[in-house]
């Protein structure tokens, strides 16, 4: 099994703690995990991208073709979605990206993730909402060890575990 992924959006909507905490539950899980964070230059609002490659070998970090990209922002979109595998899907928060992806893949999906998180109770879940999301596309991964590593990942605010496991339940119950 090998699958490559890419999660892309604005500094502070969680891109970078979805794709830890997910390489983590994947390590967990018993695979060969790279992970490989870009910040952008600015102090805040800049551009966050992480490159996931969950395997069974010895794989490179850096992707080659996205079998799963979560975009968060428009420019995100722009930018990384020639990077698609003709047979992935392209994940895209519909709450912030109204234009029209020209990828050329299997599946495009658009979600208003923002929107569900404030459903669940917290505006700041919405990267939890996605990352529920992405755990249905990756069976591999157990749901209770993602579950888990969102549960460890908020144990210093044990008051914000039950919002964020709804929103990750949310997100994995969507069709």
């Known amino acids: 099994m090998k699958k490559e992924l890419l999660f892309s959006g604005i500094g502070g909507q969680g891109v970078i703690t979805l794709g830890e905490t997910l390489c983590d539950a994947a390590i967990k899980a018993g695979y060969n995990v790279t992970f490989v964070p ?15 490659v969950i395997s069974d070998g010895i794989e490179s970090p850096i992707i080659s073709e996205a079998d799963i990209m979560l975009i968060f922002d428009e420019r995100s979109l722009g930018d990384y979605q020639a990077l698609m ?14 234009i029209e992806p020209s990828a050329e893949c299997k599946v495009i999906k658009k979600i208003p993730f923002n929107d569900i998180a404030v459903e669940v109770g917290n505006a700041k879940t919405a990267n939890v909402v996605a990352m529920g999301y992405i755990a249905k596309l990756l069976p591999e991964i157990p ?13 210093k605010k044990p008051k914000l575990i039950p919002v964020n496991i709804e929103a990750l339940k949310r997100g994995y119950g969507l069709e």
Not at 40 to 51: F, H, I, P, S
Not at 88 to 98: A, C, F, P, Q
Not at 143 to 155: D, M, N, R, T
């Open 38 to 52: 870009f910040y952008g230059q600015e102090k805040r609002g800049g551009r966050t991208m992480c490159n996931i």
């Open 85 to 98: 595998s003709p047979d992935g899907e392209l994940v895209i928060n519909s709450s912030m990206v109204t």
């Open 143 to 155: 749901f209770e060890l993602i579950q888990a590593e969102v549960e460890k990942s908020f144990a």
